[in-house]
C-alpha cells in the first residue's frame, strides 16, 4: 500500500468519525431544545392554574373581610349584636317571632 492510499483511509475514517459526532451532538442539541420547550409550556400552565387559584382565594378573603367588619359593627354596641342575632336567626335558620307569618313565593313550574 502507498502512502497515500493509507492518508486517504485515514481521512475517510476520521471524515466518518466526525460526521457520527456532529450527528450526536446535533441530536443532543434537539433533545436539549424539545426539554427546554416542553418545560416553559408546563410552567405556563401551572403558573395559570396556579394565578386562578390565587384569585378565587382574593375573593374569597375579600369576603370574609367584609363580614368580618359587618360583625365588628354590629358587636360595637349591645343593641346592634341583638340586630346581628335576629339577621342570623331569620336568614340562615329561617327562624321568625312567634306572631309573624312567613310568605314563600314559589315560582310557577313553566
Same mark, same amino acid.
Given at each position: 500500500m502507498s502512502l497515500k492510499l493509507r492518508s486517504q483511509k485515514v481521512r475517510e475514517v476520521k471524515r466518518n468519525k466526525h460526521g457520527f459526532v456532529r450527528l450526536l451532538a446535533g441530536s443532543a442539541i434537539l433533545v436539549t431544545a424539545v426539554y427546554v420547550v416542553v418545560s416553559i409550556i408546563s410552567s405556563k400552565i401551572s403558573i395559570r392554574n396556579n394565578m386562578e387559584k390565587y384569585n378565587e382565594l382574593v375573593a374569597q378573603t375579600n369576603e370574609i373581610n367584609e363580614d368580618n +367588619?359587618? @360583625?365588628s359593627g354590629y358587636l360595637e354596641n349591645e343593641s346592634n349584636l341583638d340586630e346581628?342575632? +335576629?339577621? @342570623?336567626?331569620r336568614e340562615r335558620l329561617d327562624y321568625a317571632k312567634a306572631d309573624e307569618k312567613i310568605y314563600y313565593i314559589v315560582?310557577?313550574?313553566?
Open positions: +367588619e359587618r @360583625i346581628y342575632i +335576629e339577621n @342570623i336567626a315560582p310557577s313550574g313553566e
